[in-house]
């Protein structure tokens, strides 16, 4: 089993910062990709940012220069920490990743999502 355990949520007023964790446990060989997807109510799963095992990065339009993604490849966690926040970054955020186990091969779970909440 893979597990993604998401922390750091919360409630934060407009122009406030957050920062959120997502580290990986359990049986598998390697990491690959680890992003950050969001969902707003009534509306569908966004990408917000991805990193590769090598530091790469893509961002969607509406975080680019708020949001930051980076890993942390020895402790298997990604972290995204948002800045400037507005009402419309207000989502419950979703980490996932691509592990390789030997048994299945490449597969992608997702964990279990944390509030963030965006108040005037």
């Known amino acids: 089993q893979v597990q993604l355990a998401e922390s750091g949520g919360g409630l934060v007023q407009a122009g406030g910062s957050l920062r959120l964790s997502c580290t990986a446990s359990g049986s598998f060989s390697s990491i690959n990709a680890m992003g950050w997807y969001r969902q707003a109510p009534g509306k569908q799963r966004e990408l917000v940012a991805t990193?590769?095992?090598?530091?790469?990065?893509n961002y969607a339009d509406s975080v680019k220069g708020r949001f930051t993604i980076s890993r942390d490849n020895a402790k298997n966690t990604v972290y995204l920490q948002m800045n400037s926040l507005k009402l419309e970054d207000t989502a419950v955020y979703y980490c996932n990743a691509d592990f390789y186990r030997m048994l299945t091969g490449w597969v992608t779970n997702w964990g279990q999502g944390t509030q963030v909440t965006v108040s005037s």
């Open positions: 990193i590769t095992s090598g530091g790469s990065t």
